[in-house]
Structure formats: structure tokens, C-alpha cells
């Protein structure tokens, strides 16, 4: 269960996942990276829009602020989530200017978008496949097919036969605008399908049911649902979650298959508007769990997943202000993840299924300060967690009396882990995955009683790809009050830490998310062309735990930003970069890092990409009737009622804090239309306030009228997408004709099955 704040789902949206882009063409290796740029923008064939100015006094605390640009905020948003036609005309207007001088400004860099596009296309396998999911019979997959925008589901009988195609993407995707797939669930007799589709890009999922063998589609369409559902074990019917008018997740209902969903039973819902509900079954599918969270409290209720329709669902342990706990059952225990008892980075309780009460929580692994449980996942006779410690993730495995306990070992210097339970329960065999920025995703499956690991899958690079030929890193850098902030560098082995290559830096630090060190075949191009990429494990995400989180957050908040910028700088004192000319990246919360680091120390920069970017910060954390608002207050604060964290986000929110008296660099702003966790006006009315009160520039915004927070969901249209982000760095690079180093032919060249 994961209701993700305004985190951008980063993995497609910011590429920084295996599913990213590549070169294909024969070029040379010969990179010229050594000459400074400035004024890359300079000379534009075309002034940009002039907003409107409609000021609005606003007063909280006895404080008041001018808002010119508030009208940019549709008083219908509601409305325009399910049906952006009912956009008001002088907004629509406005952003559609925007998107003509986004266009006209940047004509030059069509060509280069081009061959990043086909570069990284070329990295793709068009035709992958995952590895199957055993369950039961049958074994299941998610494919593409070559050419293919959107994933097809499918199956094969475990004793051999013919795949069965259970869901096609791109026959149902054929012609929409916008088109994603929420999920695609079997049921546990194996005959029918429920799957989840948004056709608007504003996360409103209908669900649908059709039957496998005949592909005869249910009469019953269910609306504004989370798109997935949680079978009941008769396969008769299934759970979901409805979300309300505002997008939030308020109500566990319950669906026989043929019946009208008006008349669904309603099995929970929650009154607080500071939770986020969600629903999952245990692993060992026995139960069905309904939980509710936010990021300091959860509560937890279950029913048995063969429970008759109508039976209330039995609640494990009240919710308690600053604990947290997540559940799982194996045998006749509840396994139980907190950080009750000053439990930090967390411990793992276990209380008898017959009595779950927080009185019964027996310890089973104690609390060990600096080694940050980040996920578990029994088995019936052994149980696995995924733990980090000092921003390196580990797999450790245990039988559940503890007297057989061992680590999986991995060597490079910085690398992800995942885990990946499938379907079954009473197995020996644990799948993960595992990949470097160097080094392509690969998929094990490892028998726990021999401690065998079996390579299944190797992620293919069509185009090439030496993982000999980059050098990855990971250094610390020094915030100003001394903690030491890990840092992942990739580069080529040739580019040089003499100062002269340039350098594109990522962070994010919001809600705990760590951002670990994938695999990312888009960012390659630009590492191809000399471009040193680093990744900022900043404090308020959670790479050293869950006091490095709880250290950016609140009224501690500043350090995150802080630490974007000291490792900035101390990242070009050492050679990486040039003070002045390296580019930052962020998307949602971290687009608010971006925004409060270039108030922080525009003079470090030489350019900014804030994708869907949260920084209109005080004005959205003090409008409650916003979906995502009542939730982050504990992220942020809240300063409707309270006058001192009002002054605190006041003090970095960027919109409200744009600088006079010094130049900004180039800056491209992101945004999506149907977005309701970063609103789309949210970078609207930052970058025509940057016009309005900044020096320096030029500043771009780049809305898309028909997606929502991630963009596109069709895989090559987001492809096209990414390639605008990295064709203004490689401008702000002066690397527009740079050719990438080429792969092609090359024996290193990864990726076969």
C-alpha cells in the first residue's frame, strides 16, 4: 500500500529507471567539454507571455502577501480534473502562449530532441518482457510487443501450451489521448480480470471485469477508484478503494462480480482528511488488509479474504500520534514493522492473529540505530527484509526462529536492490533485482535453503552498452552543520574531474523517498557526451535512515536545501562541474528543492529543470480543501493554526521568495493539466512571477494540456518528453552538436536473456 504524496512517480518521470533512453548511431568518442557557456539562451526570436496582474491580498497571522498571479487557479479544478474542456478560457489561454514560446524558443534544439529521441529508443528492447510470475497453474508476464506504446498482460500454463493474452494495451490504448493502466488483477480461481484505466491523466481510475477464457467483458464499470482491487479468495468478488470529489482515498468497498456498483457495500471509511487509505492482502493471501497513514501515524484493520459480505473488519492497534506500524501475516502471527518505543529506522514486532492488540506485540527484531528497515516480506518459512545502511541497501534473510540468518553479498561501490515477492507463499525461491548506474537490471531468483542464485534476466541495451567504460561513485560531502551527505556519481572513465566537464545534479529529499542508484538508459545520453550525472542523497529523504529524513522536514526543512547547494559547490571544488554552469533537476517536491536552492544560491547554477515542480508552497499547504493538503502537514507543517510554521515555509516556499538582487539562471518548468497532486498552476505562477520580479533567465514553461504529475503514459511519447529536459541541459552545456561516445558493435554490449 503506497499513496505517494507529490513525489513524481520518478522512476518514468524523471528517467531514472531502467525503462529509459539510449544511443544507436555509430558517432565519436571524442568529447569536447572543456569550454565554458554562457548566455546559451541569448537572442531568442521571441519575447514571452506577459501574465496578467490581479493582485489579491492574502492575510495569515497578521501577515499579509500580494498574490498577482492567483486568478491562474481555476475556482472549478475540481471539474477540470474529470474533464479539462471546462478549463476557464483566459487560463487556457495563457497556457497555451506559454507552450507557443516554449515552442518558437527552442525550435533550434528539434534536431537535437531527434537524436535523443532515437538514442534513446535505441536502448530500448522494444519487444522485453518480464520475467513470469508463477502462480498456481499458470505463470503471469507484462510484455511489449515491438513499435508498442503500452504493456499487454499475459499468461502461460506452468506444464506448457499457449501464452493467453489477458489485457492488451495497445488495442485498448488505440486513439487516446491519454491512456494509463492502473493494474491488471487475476483472480485466485484464475478466470476473470479486474483492471484499472485513467483516460484523463488525473489519476480517476474506472475499474472494469471481463472474463479470461472468453474475453467477455462485465456490463459493470466502477468510477473514480484507485485502479486496482484485492480479490476476495472465492474469486466472486474484490475490494477496492474510492477516491471523493477532492482525489482523496476515502472509502474500502466491497463488489460482487454482476451487481450494480451503486450498490457495492461499503466495508470502511475513514472521516480524517490527513490519512491516506489503502487496501492489499497479506502475502500468504489469507487476509485482507485495510490500512491508513500518513507520515507520522498508521492504523491497520483486517478481514479474513474469505469473509462473508458485510463482516466488519477487525482493527489490529489504534492509530497513536508518531508511530507508525505495517502489517504482514505468516502462520499465526502478525508481523508488525514500527518505530514505537523510539524505534528510528524501525523494528519488527509479531502478535498472535487471535489477538493483534498492541498489548500482544511481541519483539522479534530488535531496533538497531543506523540500519533503516525499509520493507519485509514473509514467507512460510523464512522471512526477508530489505534493509540501508549509509545509503547502501543490503537483502537479509532469516528463518523465523532467527538461528539462520545471512546476507546476500553485492560488491560495487553504490547499487540498488529489489525485491520482488510474486505471487506465492509457500516457496523457497526469492526474486530480486539488482543494478548500478552502470550496470543494466538484472532479475535473480535465489533459493533460500541453498543459497543458489539464479540469473533470469539481464535488461537489454540494443544499441550497446560497456559498463567498463563509466566509473561509478560515491562520495560525502559536508553540510553546513558537518553531517556527511552521500553522493552517487556516474561518468564516463575518460571524462575528467579537473573542473571542465559539466555536471547535472539530481535530488529530491521530500517524504522519506530515497532515490537510489538505478540503472537509468536515458541518462546516458548524457553521460555520452561528457556530462558528469550525481545523484544528492539529501537530508528529508531517508538514505541514512529515518533520522536523515526527520532532519529535513518540518522546521528542519531548510537542510534539505542547504544540502543541495553545499553539494553543489563542494561537488565543483573538486572537479566535478563548473561553479556557474551546472545544471539541477528535481520533479514535484523535489522541483520545491530546485526552486528554494536557486533563492538559496542562484550563482552556482547555470540552469534548472523543475519538472512539475512543487513551489508554490504556502499558498497550497494553506488551502485544506486541496486533495493532498490536509495529509502534509505533517510533512510540512501546517500553517493555517500554526504562526510558526506559517513563518517557516513562508521564510523557502519559492514562489515567495524570488530575489532581485541577483541573476538566475535558465530555468524550464514543467506542469501537467489533470495533475492534482502539483497543480498545474502551481509552475504557472512561478514562472511568471520569475519573469515579473528576476533578472536573468530566460525562464520557459512547458504545460502538457493532456496528462497529468508523470506525463505521458504511452512509453515512447514519454521518451519524447524526457528528451525536452535534456536538450535545454545539453543548451545550457553548449553540447548541442556534441556526439555521444558510441557503443555500437561493441563486445561489452549488455542485455541478452
Known amino acids: 500500500m503506497h499513496n505517494a504524496p507529490r513525489i513524481v512517480l520518478l522512476v518514468t518521470a524523471l528517467g531514472i529507471s531502467a525503462c529509459g533512453p539510449g544511443s544507436n548511431e555509430p558517432a565519436t568518442s571524442e568529447l569536447n567539454v572543456s569550454n565554458p557557456i554562457t548566455k546559451p539562451f541569448a537572442g531568442l526570436p521571441t519575447d514571452p507571455p506577459v501574465a496578467q496582474k490581479r493582485p489579491v491580498t492574502i492575510e495569515q497571522h497578521g501577515v499579509k502577501r500580494i498574490d498577482n498571479f492567483g486568478w491562474m487557479r481555476d475556482e472549478n479544478w475540481q471539474e477540470v480534473l474529470r474533464d479539462p474542456d471546462k478549463l476557464d478560457g483566459d487560463i487556457r ?63 502461460t500454463p506452468r506444464s506448457g501450451g499457449d501464452e493467453t493474452i489477458l489485457y492488451d494495451g495497445d488495442l485498448e490504448g488505440k486513439g487516446e489521448d491519454f491512456f494509463r493502466i492502473a493494474a491488471v488483477d487475476h483472480s485466485p480461481n484464475h478466470q476473470f480480470i479486474a483492471y484499472g484505466v485513467d483516460r484523463l491523466g488525473s489519476e480517476y481510475y474506472d475499474i472494469r471485469i471481463r472474463a479470461i477464457e472468453t474475453g467477455e467483458e462485465f456490463e459493470e464499470t466502477i468510477p473514480s477508484t484507485g485502479g486496482s482491487v484485492v480479490w476476495a479468495a472465492d474469486s466472486k468478488s474484490f475490494y477496492y478503494v474510492e477516491r471523493d470529489d477532492n482525489q482523496r482515498p476515502k472509502r474500502v468497498k466491497h463488489h460482487i462480480l ?14 480524517d482528511d490527513s490519512y491516506f487509505l489503502g487496501i492489499d492482502k497479506s502475502h500468504s493471501s489469507e487476509y485482507i488488509l485495510i490500512g491508513v497513514r500518513k507520515g507520522t501515524s498508521s492504523e491497520y484493520r483486517y478481514l479474513p479474504a474469505d469473509a462473508k459480505p458485510g463482516t466488519e473488519p477487525v482493527l489490529i492497534a489504534p492509530r497513536r500520534d508518531d ?125 533460500m535453503e541453498s543459497r543458489e542464485r539464479d540469473l533470469r534476466k539481464t535488461q537489454q541495451v540494443p544499441s ?45 529529499g521530500s517524504y522519506g523517498a530515497t532515490m537510489q542508484a538505478w ?20 537530508r528529508g529523504g531517508a538514505a541514512k535512515g529515518r533520522q536523515w529524513y526527520l532532519d529535513g522536514k518540518l522546521d528542519m526543512k531548510k537542510n534539505s536545501f542547504s544540502d543541495f547547494a553545499n553539494a553543489a559547490e563542494e561537488l565543483q571544488e573538486r572537479g566535478y562541474g563548473r561553479k556557474g554552469e551546472t545544471v539541477i533537476y528535481g520533479g514535484s517536491a523535489g522541483g520545491l528543492l530546485v526552486g528554494a536552492t536557486l533563492n538559496l544560491r542562484p550563482d552556482l547554477f547555470g540552469g534548472a529543470i523543475a519538472a512539475v515542480p512543487f513551489v508554490d ?9 486541496l486533495p493532498l493538503t490536509p ?21 523557502y516556499s519559492p514562489y515567495d521568495n524570488i530575489r532581485s538582487d541577483a541573476d538566475y539562471p535558465p530555468i524550464l518548468a514543467t506542469g501537467g493539466l489533470t495533475d492534482y497532486r502539483v497543480t498545474y498552476w502551481e509552475p504557472s505562477k512561478w514562472v511568471a512571477r520569475l519573469r515579473d520580479e528576476a533578472t536573468g533567465g530566460p525562464f520557459f514553461l512547458k504545460m502538457n494540456l493532456d496528462a497529468g504529475h508523470a506525463g505521458s503514459a504511452a512509453r515512447f511519447e514519454r521518451l519524447k518528453e524526457r528528451t525536452h529536459d535534456y536538450a535545454f541541459a545539453l543548451k545550457v552545456f553548449g553540447l548541442t552538436e556534441q556526439a555521444p561516445v558510441s557503443h555500437v558493435g561493441e563486445a561489452g554490449a549488455q542485455g541478452t536473456q
Open 93 to 155: 489561454e495563457h497556457l497555451e502562449a506559454e507552450n507557443e514560446y516554449y515552442n518558437a524558443a527552442t525550435g533550434d534544439l528539434a534536431k537535437l530532441r531527434e537524436q535523443l529521441f532515437e538514442e534513446m529508443r535505441g536502448r530500448i528492447k522494444e519487444d522485453d518482457s518480464t520475467v513470469p510470475a508463477a502462480d498456481g497453474d499458470f505463470a503471469y508476464a507484462v510484455r511489449f510487443r515491438d513499435g508498442g506504446e503500452y504493456p499487454i498482460f499475459v499468461r
Open 258 to 271: 454482476g451487481t450494480n456498483p451503486a450498490d457495492d457495500l461499503l466495508v470502511y471509511e475513514e472521516q
Open 323 to 447: 508511530e507508525l506500524y505495517s502489517v504482514e501475516h505468516a502462520g499465526d502471527y502478525f508481523y508488525i514493522q514500527t518505530n514505537a518505543d523510539g524505534a528510528v529506522d524501525f523494528k519488527i514486532a509479531r502478535a498472535p492473529v487471535s489477538n493483534p492488540g498492541r498489548d500482544n506485540w511481541e519483539e522479534w527484531l530488535p531496533h538497531e540505530s543506523g540500519i533503516y528497515i525499509s520493507a519485509f516480506v514473509p514467507f512460510k518459512d523464512r522471512l526477508v527484509r530489505l534493509e540501508r545502511e549509509n545509503a547502501l541497501p543490503r537483502i537479509v534473510v532469516s528463518d523465523y526462529g532467527q538461528e539462520d540468518v545471512y546476507e546476500i553479498d553485492f560488491d560495487e561501490a553504490a547499487y540498488n536492490l529489489g525485491l520482488s515477492p510474486g505471487y506465492e507463499f509457500e516457496t523457497s525461491n526469492l526474486r530480486f533485482s539488482y543494478e548500478s548506474p552502470s550496470t543494466p537490471e538484472q532479475i535473480f531468483d535465489f533459493d
Open 464 to 508: 550497446g552498452h560497456n559498463a567498463d567504460l563509466y566509473v561509478v561513485e560515491r562520495i560525502f560531502i559536508t553540510a553546513d552543520d558537518g553531517a556527511e551527505v552521500p553522493v552517487t556519481v556516474l561518468r564516463l572513465e575518460t571524462t575528467p574531474v579537473d573542473g571542465m566537464a559539466p555536471l547535472l545534479l539530481y535530488g529530491y
Open 519 to 538: 540503472f537509468s538508459t536515458n541518462v546516458l545520453s548524457l553521460v555520452d557526451r561528457g556530462v558528469i550525472y550525481a545523484i544528492a542523497h539529501i
Open 617 to 625: 508552497v504556502i499558498n497550497t499547504i494553506s488551502d485544506a480543501d
Open 631 to 651: 495529509p502534509e502537514w505533517v510533512e510540512w507543517g501546517d500553517p493555517i493554526n500554526d504562526p510558526q510554521a506559517y513563518a517557516t515555509i513562508a521564510a
